[in-house]
């Protein structure tokens, strides 16, 4: 059964979650006992969401900060959304402990169980940001998915799940980690890396999450030529993924190789992604202009992408407060204050109206310029600001 969640898998890593959802409806329509569907649908639902995140913290610049304390990253949700995910995961969890009932033997349907905690833990975690049901339904996961790999150690892809909540739990501050205690998991970064390897060469349903993850870990110990492999990888499978062509830029930021940067965003451009907007890919390029020190190509670029026909509102706002920026490093006080205040006529979102106002306060000038986030994107979730 579970060669028909392939599928979905590659659906979700090529972005098309329309075709991701249909793949996994007519999972359901097709054998409407079997927890698969069920379950994969919760994973659309959760993986859609997410690729929105990803995309805002790349065009913001600002690090998916989900083990901070006081986290300054969220995204809205609608209550529609919500929902959906709310009914999504009390049908997947009920057909799961349904079907693991009548089919006590059956491996899958331990492994499913798990999943369909794991996804609704991620889920809480990453959009809702709610720690205590996270912290709870991963505690779900790894008693379920430990005692699997106990009794099938051969079983891959659960152990990459349980690597990952591995890896998060050790990432949490001590408030939240201490709490991931209490509900019985520990964190261990070195082995839930060797799990992750493990998984990216041999697992059949978890082997992208791995190479993924694998790219967020060696990015948080900052071996950026390992971090790059594994999202050239991810890069080569699916080349509609423009999360991870982002994702290759920002870590050449990251590791100060802002002018491969340049060439890579320039690729993105060029490659003319249908789903993402163009003026997003201008404010990288903006941005990592800037931080080259090419104020002009900056402002340019910048300017370019306000103008851009269809940009969306956020857009919009996010170029302006760059664009502010270069122009203050231009000396251009009076043209970068009207840039900001125009950022405060938007929607405020991931703190747009607080950089607005800091730099109307006072210039943006070359100090804050080297204090600024280099990158944003899911490769920034284990980094704190000093190491970005």
Known sequence: ?????????????????????????????????????????????????????????????????????????????????????RRGAEEAIEKTRVWSIQHPNDPDAQFLLGSAYAFKSGYEFSIERSRLRASEDAGKTFDVLRDLVRRYPDLVDARVITGAFSIIADSLDLKTRWLAWLLGYRGNLDSGRRDMELGSENGFLENDDARTLLAIVYTRQRKYDQAMLKLSELHARYPENYLVHLDMAALEMLSGRPDHALNTYRQILTNDYPKLERAAVLSRLGVASRMAGDFAESERRLREATTTSAISAVSLAIARLELGKTLDLQGERGAAVEQYRRVLQAQDLLGLHQDAERWIRKPFDRAAMRQDNAAGGVITLGLTPANQ
């Open 1 to 85: 059964m579970l060669i028909r969640v392939r599928p979905i898998i590659d659906a979700i890593y090529r972005l098309d979650y329309t075709d991701a959802e249909s793949l996994s409806q007519q999972l359901i329509q097709d054998f409407p006992q079997h927890p698969a569907g069920y379950v994969y649908r919760l994973r659309v639902y959760w993986s859609e969401e997410l690729s929105k995140a990803r995309l805002l913290s790349a065009e913001r610049v600002v690090g998916m900060d989900l083990f901070s304390d006081a986290p300054r990253f969220k995204t809205p949700v609608t209550p529609e959304i919500s929902q959906r995910f």
